[in-house]
């Protein structure tokens, strides 16, 4: 969870960081909170078998055996298969960092510490000083790290009702293997920047007047170096980087809410020097025909009939589960028009406790016959039947106002009180005014 809280505020980061057209984040900001419970300076005792202790591997263990361990847990240890969320949360995560080379043999070398940081390298940091101005701008621990990505997930709410894993094909950028990132052989340095990849533009904003920037040399890219034609990296072709697919899973908790973000290390794109960012993928429920979700209570909305609802009815209803729920009044029970009904636990899973669950709460819409329906017989049956006053009050026929139709369209007649006479032309006023002010004064 803390890591999600964390997120909001890297973002605002991140889009402060856009807005300089930097690719490049040197604070690992998501890293920053849970930094300060499981930090410790002392890198002579490293535990770099935690991980492999979850999957239930010996340490060292191939990506290969990560992976073959990791799928016969997983089923085991799924919350729909009665196994604990939490753990079954921290075996992914420590999937998602063993399964991935780089930051496994972080992992192996220098423990968690070591994935967290990244260990480090580059010199990003001179080119935040070169953006943000002052030499202060280098930060003391940054490890370099590429921007996160977020990405989102539609699901339904029978996907969330039931959990799942879901597979998502992510194309993301990886450091070319072709040059290891080089872009080339015999780099040159290039002459319209003296390779320092930034140039300064003059710019005309108005006659005789420009505005001075410094923007990336559009010779070499911004890299600083250029490659003559023949070295260049016939791979990568010299952009030092590739697309690469990868179908990342996503583990879909029961009762998940919506706008959740699952956090996968490393999975966004990546650069020579400078680590891969985090990718995030939001989850984004589907509005649902039938059910409203409510935390983890659902509501419904149910038409009767008058008959009913003073008479008792019987309904079934398709649930999340693809079953059907038989659901009845009681004997002798009766619906008002908007009343609500619960069924127990027959709501969502609780989210992070798969054990238990909301209710169903279901709205009743009570529709009456229409005017004319009932014969003059039938009425006179139901006073019989029903409470309420046997004799209707006698009214005087001259005084008495039948009801009319309720128009929504001729509501509030005068809206705006008197302004309206303003609006209107000067022959229409005089007799109306006094009218008009006595509305506006009610
Ligand atoms: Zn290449
Ligand atoms: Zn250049």
Redesign the pocket.
Known sequence: MKICQNFQTIFKYFNRCSQADLEVSLEVSPFGGMGEEESSNSPAEVDNKGLYDLIGIPPQSTTDDVKKAFRKKAVKEHPDKGGDPEKFKKLTEAYEILSNPEKKDLYDRYGMEGVKNGGGGGDMGDIFSQFFGGGGGRREQGPKKMKAKMREQQVTLEEVFEGKMIHLNHKRKRVCDGCEGKGGANAKQ????????M?QKLQMIGPGMYSQSTGP????????T?FPEKDRCKKCKGNKVMDQEKVIEIPLERGVPDEHDYQFYGESDEMPGVMAGDLYVRIKIKKHDVYERKGADLYINKKITLVEALTGTQFTLKFLDGTNLHISTKPGEIISPAQIKTLKKKGMPCYKDAMSEGDLHIRFEVEFPLSGQLKSEQIEQLKKVLPGPKQQQKLDAKKTLYLEEYDEAHVNSNPEGGKKDEEDDDDERGGHGGQRVQCAQQ
């Open positions: 290039c002459t319209a920047c003296k390779g320092r990849g140039v040399c559009t010779d070499c890219g911004g890299d600083g250029i």
